[in-house]
């Protein structure tokens, strides 16, 4: 017991320390991260490969305020797919408080400061897939339980593990349960896209769905009208978008309709929908009105970069803050797609971007022969027929990739699945709370349509976690 005690408080130290030196990379913005310290170990780049032994840094993130020593549960929350600059202030913060956590953020192979080359030729992509990114998951869980028992002056022994992430890393959240079922204790899957989509009509139809009746045939009527113009001035309704650089039409077309798709799937619905049904009944020009919310909100509060529509800037190979967008696509053209294609009739965006579109861009910006084999996807996964165990999905009703998402439960209650039903219930609501962006500390509920929805789905999801990490424990492998 003696020794017990002195261990305890040796590691107290080593955390009080951590937490400490983590504080002064706190940004100021209503604390949006719990920690911004950097830290870092060395990932196998090809885990595949019995013969190529080369490793590249991957960075890492640990908040240990709460963690209950020396027993409590490790929550793994994954990075997707842009840079990973800290583990956000979001409802996982209030879980690990709950439940005496430890909380560890791992960001993806390639994206942020964790890229293996420094030129990203589709040569050097390779190893950029989901596969590669589990098998850095199962490794990173191992060394970090390794580097725990090592602080704690033991051996084999594991901690609860759980597994969280939204939308991507949502998928690979249910993925590494699926995978790795010995490693975790279960897994939160918020907004989790697990089914690979060729044409993603879906997509444009939930969108109509969520902006209603009026909202939809204003963006129609504009979608019509731009087309229009495209053909008699395409330079002047560009400039009118500040995207002038957009030298393909279908480039623009779908840099425009990604820019009312935003206002769905993060929880802004009305910032779009209510000027432009008020323009529309006052007969004003609908195609200036989208352009004052395209500049304002999508460029301007929510960050839109027009580059990221342009195949001329996907296609530059040299690493940079932007090249975030080169390696999304290139794991849509070889593993998922998510085409986002106009349905047959009574659809929002253009005609214009078609499959053909989308299988074109994957062969002008990555070469012949790139193109994603979403059958081969689904079959390794299981898509929506996923066959894991203890997997939480939740959706928002409002986002329209819930579309891509296991949305009902399975039939032995094992893999549950809930919607989260409101006006601004998107992306991630469970976890980000309302609006999803910009992020509300602690995802706070109160700016929901409906926070009772939220909290109910929360604490079905606590109520999840309480019997799987209990679970857990009883099976005596993760006894101290």
Known sequence: MEMRAYVVVQLLFIISHVVVESRRFEITNGSSYLTQKELWFNQTLDHFSPLDHRQFGQRYYEFLDYFRVPDGPIFLKICGESSCNGIPNDYTNVLAKKFGAALVSLEHRYYGKSS????????????????????????????????????????????????????????????????????????????????????????????????????????????????????SDGKTVKTLFDAAELNNDADFLYFLADAAVVAFQYGNPDLLCSPLVKARKDGKDLVDEYANYVKDYFIGKFGADVQTYNQKYLKNTALSEGSSDRLWWFQVCTEVAYFQVAPSNDSIRSSKVDERYHLDLCKNVFGEGIFPDVDMTNIYYGGTDIAGSKIIFTNGSQDPWRHASKQTPSPDSEMP????????????????????????????????????????????????????????????????
Not at 443 to 457: E, F, L, R, W
Request: aromatic residues 10%.
């Open 116 to 231: 293996p080359f420094n030129l990203l030729t589709t040569e050097n992509l390779r190893y950029l897939s989901s596969k590669q990114a589990l098998f850095d998951l199962a490794t990173f869980r191992q060394y970090y339980q390794e580097s725990l028992n090592s602080k704690l002056n033991r051996s084999n022994v594991e901690n609860p593990w759980f597994v969280f992430g939204v939308s991507y890393s949502g998928a690979l959240s249910a993925w590494f349960r699926l995978k790795f079922p010995h490693l975790t204790c279960g897994s939160l899957a918020s907004s989790a896209v697990v089914l690979a989509v060729y044409n993603f009509t879906n997509f444009d139809k939930q969108i109509g769905v969520s902006a209603g009746a009026e909202c939809k045939e204003a963006l129609q009527e504009i979608t019509k009208l731009v087309e229009e113009k495209l053909v």
């Open 417 to 480: 699945s809930y919607i989260i039903s409101c006006h601004n219930c998107g992306h991630g609501t469970d976890l980000r709370g309302c609006p999803q962006s910009p992020l509300s500390p602690e995802g706070n509920a109160q700016n929901c349509a409906s926070p009772d929805a939220v909290h109910k789905v929360r604490q079905q999801i606590i109520d999840n976690m309480d019997l799987w990490l209990s679970e857990c424990q009883d099976t005596g492998r993760t006894f101290i």
